[in-house]
T-cell receptor
């Protein structure tokens, strides 16, 4: 199974600022996903990170708010822009390579004050 | 996106008891997955199911792929305190994953 390193593990940020979350995988993977998980809730897909092209966003999520990069098959970043307290959540990176099922990073717990 | 219905939403059980939870969908899936999430961690894959009617075990955990392909079940036998956490089912269709609403399990020593 792939080993996923997600950074930072947690952060407390001021409203109006931006935070970039990194996801590094120890092997090349076909697909990388970004999820948001509100406290006590299930996982909500933000977008699929596409290598070398713009991410595919789910309904309710836009590129200006959640810009995503995926420069290669092992790395992706998610930026939460112009943060407000409503953005406080856990953000999760997930990978899938068609050989094994989806694996997750340890998550980034974001608190916006 | 589609969300799968899981029940029960939460469970409080005595250590040593068996646990059962299920997941239902309005759509058919060819792959059913069960994950466990510990506090402060990402979900960890427990069991993957690929065939209708399939019964697969992982230690004290047993999961079944429903015959209709619209549901799945997870059983935990002889629960222990470290079983505490949130259990999520997921259905995969191609490269799309759909997650359940989660079952929170508390084990009382």
């Amino acid at each position: 199974s792939a080993v996923i390193s997600q950074k930072p593990s947690r952060d407390i940020c001021q409203r109006g600022t931006s935070l970039t979350i990194q996801c590094q995988v120890d092997s090349q993977v076909t697909m990388m996903f970004w999820y948001r998980q509100q406290p006590g809730q299930s996982l909500t897909l933000i977008a699929t990170a596409n290598q070398g092209s713009e991410a595919t966003y789910e309904s309710g999520f836009v590129i200006d708010k959640f810009p995503i990069s995926r420069p290669n098959l092992t790395f992706s970043t998610l930026t939460v822009s112009n943060m407000s307290p409503e953005d406080s959540s856990i953000y999760l990176c997930s990978v899938w390579d068609r050989v094994t099922e989806a694996f997750f990073g340890q998550g980034t717990r974001l608190t916006v004050v | 996106g589609q969300q799968l219905n899981q029940s029960p939403q939460s469970m409080f059980i005595q250590e040593g008891e068996d646990v059962s939870m299920n997941c239902t969908s309005s759509s058919i899936f060819n792959t059913w997955l069960w994950y466990k999430q510990d506090p402060g961690e990402g979900p960890v894959l427990l069991i993957a199911l690929y065939k209708a009617g399939e019964l697969t075990s992982n230690g004290r955990l047993t999961a079944q792929f429903g015959i209709t392909r619209k549901d799945s079940f997870l059983n935990i036998s002889a629960s222990i305190p470290s079983d505490v956490g949130i259990y999520f089912c997921a259905g995969r269709s191609g490269n799309q994953f759909y997650f359940g609403t989660g079952t929170s399990l508390t084990v009382i020593p």
